[in-house]
């Protein structure tokens, strides 16, 4: 079998890096030659978590095809959170907790998508079925990306198995999962050192909701003043953005991970959609949503709704 | 939780009504209120399955909405093949073996797909990761699924794990393998009983190749004569049914089930894409195809790369 490689969405986080190698060595066992790459370099937060367990960064690539003609999926399958070049190449595994979006195949193949909190859970029950032990780096990393996509457990994502998976990989790893994981999350809010182009790209994903081009990230903090204290400047470079990227509506997700609340900062057309999704009134282009601390659950499901309504 | 319906697609065959009983019967154990039902009747296969196993045949239906709100799907995922309002429902589940294709979700789901011969197969391994034990009469329909998709496990599209879960289940149900299996395969191909709609109806499916709407069947028999002697009768149905429904193309593969060769019936336009994609000319609109018994592995593919080229 030729080389494949395997890599989760742009913008890396915590769980597409996690998730890669994890898959990656999954699929190792049983002689498949697969090496796990990324599309983009890692987060402070992801950064934090491969230093912490020891674990190089995976080697960035922009395309698939002038390596490969086969690939792998981890923690997405929307193409345009994807490589660039995706319909390019076959895509022979995908394990994702995400909605199935815009993705289609000619040939059958291996997919596996659970609504659990973090890919790195689906892939804790696949090592279990296979009967695979977890090297402690990987479970040290599968944990990392548990608690960063469900905040210490705290996101409304999370499910009993993601709970049943940090229990086990907390036991791998040998860290102490309170500590560590406040450690881990501080390490990716250090919002002083990030550029303004960073701070709105960093966990930027991009969605079409009934023809409307949308824009959402996330920024993590541990205070939101120090996001708002440079709102103009940040609101220039979504509008610098908007205007070279072809968005129509830019959402940044602005959230306390201690707190687990968030403050919305909305720019573009439609904003009076994001007011009906939310049923409140953006003063200052900004949103107050306390317990809001999920993209995927609490912010994208409403947004399209009203998007369709 | 309300109640769900899970289904496989039109045209049952015996993995759909095996997969959405089996499957039924997995999520149940788990406190879910789901009922398996079906999108027509059982083929003469399935109902000897169905009456061996001492099951009732399910009950069907023609839309979900008027009933649930959510559904699951089994042994397929293209919404063409699936119930006629599936827009108006979330799907909560997926168990299948087929590529994907047109199929979108606006919430995260469980979708689980293999590239094995059966959906029953996936689902033996399912009830393996839950611990549930399969019922003798659900393990005796799942072994028949599991025949009739893989023809006594010599398609093609046969896999060590399609081999490993028959090995289980002729243990649970009880019965002499290659005995049974080909009975049932025999309760399935007579030919004489059927009419000429119903043999091109009853195992076809429909797909859209680079904007052509193609429409594949397919006819099991231990004699392709039975078959052949009535070929202008079959394509006269054929062309009525590509008037009323709109398909550009009809393929009917005839495959005898005993030993494994297939003919092509080919009526429509583009028969010369039909001849590329094969490397063979049609004579009197038949093409024999030695070896080739799978539509999804050894026709689909080949087709769709030839409407692309």
Redesign the interface.
């Known amino acids: 079998m030729s080389k494949q490689l395997v890599f989760g969405h742009q913008n890396p986080d915590t769980d597409t890096i996690a998730a890669a190698i994890s898959l990656a060595y999954l699929r190792q066992q049983d002689g498949v030659d697969v090496e796990a790459v990324a599309l983009g370099e890692p987060n402070a937060e992801t950064k934090f978590a491969l230093d912490y367990f020891d674990t190089k960064p995976l080697r960035v690539i922009t395309a698939a095809k002038p390596e490969v003609d086969q690939v792998m999926l981890v923690d997405h399958n929307e193409p345009q959170q994807s490589v660039s070049d995706l319909n390019q190449v076959q895509v022979t595994n995908v394990v994702d907790?995400?909605?199935?979006?815009?993705?289609?195949?000619?040939?059958?193949?291996?997919?596996?998508?659970?609504?659990v909190g973090c890919s790195s859970t689906i892939l804790t029950?696949m090592y279990?079925?296979k009967n695979v032990a977890i090297p402690k780096n990987i479970a040290g990393l599968m944990l990392s990306a548990i608690i960063s996509d469900t905040l210490l457990l705290k996101s409304p994502t999370t499910t009993d198995d993601d709970k049943a998976a940090v229990e086990e990989l907390v036991k791998i790893a040998g860290v102490d999962y309170n500590d560590y994981g406040i450690k881990m999350l501080k390490a990716g809010t250090n919002i002083a050192a990030r550029s303004d182009k960073d701070l709105i790209d960093g966990d930027a994903k991009s969605f079409t909701m009934n023809g409307v081009n949308v824009r959402i990230d996330q920024i993590n903090t541990v205070d939101l003043d120090d996001v708002f204290a440079r709102q103009a400047d940040i609101e220039a470079a979504m509008k610098d953005e908007m205007h070279t990227e072809g968005y129509d509506l830019f959402v940044v997700m602005v959230t306390n991970v201690l707190n687990s609340d968030t403050e919305l900062l909305v720019i573009g057309s439609h904003t009076d959609v994001v007011e009906k999704a939310f049923g409140k009134k953006l003063e200052n282009n900004r949103m107050a949503l306390p317990g809001v601390v999920s993209r995927?659950k609490q912010v994208v499901?409403p947004l399209?709704d009203a998007f369709n309504a």
Chains 1, 2 share one sequence.
């Open positions: 907790h995400h909605r199935i979006h815009d993705f289609n195949t000619e040939k059958p193949l291996y997919y596996r998508a659970e609504p029950k279990h079925e995927k499901p399209t």
